[in-house]
């Protein structure tokens, strides 16, 4: 079983960068396909990117693609995702998951095993 924990987020400007890490813990984190998602205040948890067990294959939610990047640092048991011309409509708290096999990959009820979140605020 793996074990996930956030961290990076915070108050940024429009416009602004950040980085997101979510550390695994467990000798398997390579075997997962992993994902981020997020939940803004009144929202249900929503997709924002999936990145496959190698690396090699990544998606994103319309919203985000072309601002965000998922990767993934098997040796690290660490994913990150870079966020790049935030826009207030992205404050939310960000969760990473790992996905579960067999499912799709753009809803929430396609992963388990949550983190604890990290919150990402952007000021307009």
């Known amino acids: 079983q793996v074990q996930l924990v956030e961290s990076g987020g915070g108050l940024v400007q429009a416009g602004g960068s950040l980085r997101l890490s979510c550390a695994a813990s467990?000798?398997?984190?390579?075997?997962?396909?992993m994902g981020w998602l997020r939940q803004a205040p009144g929202k249900e948890r929503a997709f924002v990117a999936h990145i496959s067990r190698s690396g090699g294959v990544t998606y994103y939610a319309n919203s985000v693609k072309g601002r965000f990047t998922i990767s993934r640092d098997n040796a690290k048991n660490t994913i990150y995702l870079e966020m790049n011309t935030l826009k207030p409509e992205d404050t939310a708290v960000y969760y990473c998951a790992t996905h579960r096999r067999g499912s799709y990959y753009y809803t929430a009820d396609d992963y388990a095993g949550w983190g604890q979140g990290t919150q990402v605020t952007v000021s307009s």
């Open positions: 467990g000798r398997t984190f390579s075997s997962y396909d």
